[in-house]
């Protein structure tokens, strides 16, 4: 917000090229260490261990990418691939379309905002993968039974059966205390059938 909101105030209020071309370029940067930051770019996870920002963040980076491009700016740390990692693994983590998992810091079960991922609903994101999540394992290819996104620390294990169907298990690894101070809380959440079963909430709780 702030960057595109400096970004803003240069088109409109610097009348000198050079200073507002200097003035575009340190927003975008700005914006473009931002994503190094908080997005490992291999995987499409987010360093946050939340679902819900995960989430947040694939709408809010999606319409900051459109608006550095319509004025001439494009981001150079950001691309459809990425977006692309992003949605699998948003579609990996969820035992059910739409729900998402206590992990981290997520509030267990909780409904996001479809806006966030309205982008994100055809064209190249919807890879096999999301497809046969989305279709309850009708279209698409199945997941494997483990992924692994070592780099932020997450595995997902899940049975063969459809989605519907499945044991799903999620096992956040961390060796070093969370974006939110806590050490191992909402580290482990295992589904059947898409109910939870097991939820480890670690710490005092």
Partial sequence: FQAEGLADMALIFLTDADRRHRTLEFARTKVDEFIERAVSHAEGTVKEH????????????RETCE???SIGYPLKNASDDMFIRMNEFLHDIMPVFHRMPGIGDSKHFQRFNKKYIAAFEDGPFQTPRVRYHRSEGKEGEPYPFLSQYPQDGYFIFRSPEPPAQQLHSIFLHRSFRGPHGHW???SFVCHWHGEPVFIDSGGPY
């Fill in 67 to 69: 608006y550095f491009e």
């Fill in 184 to 186: 191992d809380g909402m």
């Fill in 50 to 61: 939340s679902i819900f920002y995960h989430v947040f963040l694939m709408g809010r980076l």
